[in-house]
């Protein structure tokens, strides 16, 4: 496929499933495990887990709003957009609404690996690239500071992404996807179970 094909049939398949699990991994350690629902005209949903130091935060957005809470709590809590937007940062390299507009937009090369048995499946490597122009409006530095980025995509026989990798400064992050179409059930919390936001004192 060709740089234009190939977003072309990862956005058709991608949206024609409509649901996807991802789980996000770097360094052998698991970083987030989500549940996306998404369409070409709605908001999307999501509903999982993250993981840093500090331990597992369960994360929720649906209808546009975005709670979190720690694990084991019951309580949600509802972060004003701007925070909301900072964690979500840390999975945005999985969920296919961002994967779907990077490569609509940023896409440069697309060049075909052939086939490979991943976890008993037949699945089809592309090592793609995406344009320095668009990494450097992406991560706002001038095109010459862009870092050396390589992404590695396996797709199965129906266009559908099935395992990501992405090697950058050293680190490198692969992303799995599965149980594409299945049903994923995501409802706002009920209001009892949602606190206001507030700042951490001090």
Do not use: C
């Amino acid at each position: 496929m060709t740089a234009q094909t190939f977003a072309a049939s990862l956005t058709e398949a991608m949206y024609g499933a409509g649901t996807v699990h991802m789980l996000m991994t770097s360094e052998g350690k698991s970083i987030a495990e989500v549940d996306y629902r998404f369409s070409a005209t709605g908001d999307p949903a999501m509903h999982g887990t993250a993981e840093s130091d500090e331990g597992t935060v369960e994360m929720m957005l649906v209808d546009g709003a975005f709670y979190v809470r720690e694990e084991a709590e019951r309580s949600w809590m509802q972060l004003p957009p701007e925070l909301a937007d900072q964690i979500l940062a840390g999975t945005q390299a999985g969920d296919p609404t961002q994967l779907i507009e990077v490569f609509e937009s940023g896409l440069d090369e697309v060049t075909y690996l052939g086939s490979e048995d991943i976890d008993g499946e037949e699945l089809y490597g592309y090592d793609v690239s995406f344009s320095a122009e668009y990494l450097a409006r992406e991560m706002d530095v001038p095109t010459n500071e862009v870092p050396a980025i390589s992404y590695e995509l396996y797709l199965d026989g129906a266009h559908l992404l099935r395992k990501m990798t992405i090697s950058a400064a050293g680190v490198e992050g692969v992303v799995r996807l599965s149980d594409w179409g299945e049903p994923v059930e995501i409802e706002t919390p009920p209001a009892d179970q949602v606190e206001p936001f507030e700042l951490p004192s001090g």
